[in-house]
């Protein structure tokens, strides 16, 4: 087991890199997220999947409690779920550290933001490709992040979409004009050369999946996504 347990930067300007454990070897996922930790990575990023808000089925609070359990980690748990209300607590219990909702879920997003809060955890707001950033704006005061989908969610290794990244500068933009501090996180086919292109537009959280685990060398691949 790793102890080495990093906490939330406080600077929404740091750097962080958030290998998604959907793209590891599930057969030993005590043992790849092991390999994150020691490669580099700064929190772990988990995709929880339900087969109705996305078109696919990844895993539920079991697996956050197994990383939970078997590595310290910040845990970093986008729920891609229609009912996050419903299974918040279960989540929050699980081991979760940081808890993103989407605003396209069919729930009250503003309660379901208080609640993570309450229940001891990061609050994150995420959004889709396709949905204006209109929609979660009135929420950048109640949030610790903000997810910017830079491909369709439910599936890995799915090309980046650069129209996103007007979304992020907008999104940057207001959050420095208002005084907030909030992250900014982009999820969907970054790379040292994807990432790059979001740092410059406002991000600094990389959730990275194919180009981390399934790299040649996981520490020179989040190295270079890091210094990208």
């Known amino acids: 087991m790793v102890h080495i347990k990093p906490v939330i930067p406080k600077n929404f300007h740091d750097r962080v890199i958030a290998p998604s454990l959907l793209a590891a070897d599930f057969s030993c996922i005590e043992e790849e997220v092991s390999r994150a930790i020691h490669a580099g990575a700064d929190w772990m990023h988990l995709d929880v999947m339900d087969g109705h808000f996305v078109d696919n089925i990844s895993f539920g609070p079991a697996i956050v409690q197994t990383v939970h359990e078997t590595n310290d980690i910040y845990l970093d748990v986008h729920l891609m779920i229609s009912r996050p209300d419903h299974y918040l607590q279960r989540f929050i219990a699980a081991g979760s550290d940081m808890i993103t909702v989407h605003v396209e879920a069919e729930h009250d997003v ?44 439910g599936f890995g290794g799915q090309a980046f979409m650069p129209e996103v990244l007007e979304k992020i500068k907008t999104a940057a933009k207001i959050r420095d ?45 989040i190295a270079e996504i890091r210094n990208a």
């Open 110 to 153: 503003a309660e379901t933001l208080r609640r993570i809060r309450e229940g001891g955890c990061e609050a994150g707001l995420a959004l889709n490709p396709a949905t204006p950033l209109s929609a979660v704006e009135p929420f950048f005061d109640q949030i610790d992040l903000l997810l910017c989908m830079t491909v369709v969610p």
């Open 177 to 221: 004009g208002k005084g907030l501090t909030f992250h900014i996180e982009v999820d969907g086919g970054i790379d040292a050369v994807t990432a790059a292109r979001c740092y410059t537009a406002g991000a600094n959280v990389m959730v990275a999946g194919s180009s981390t685990f399934r790299a040649p060398d996981m520490a020179i691949a």
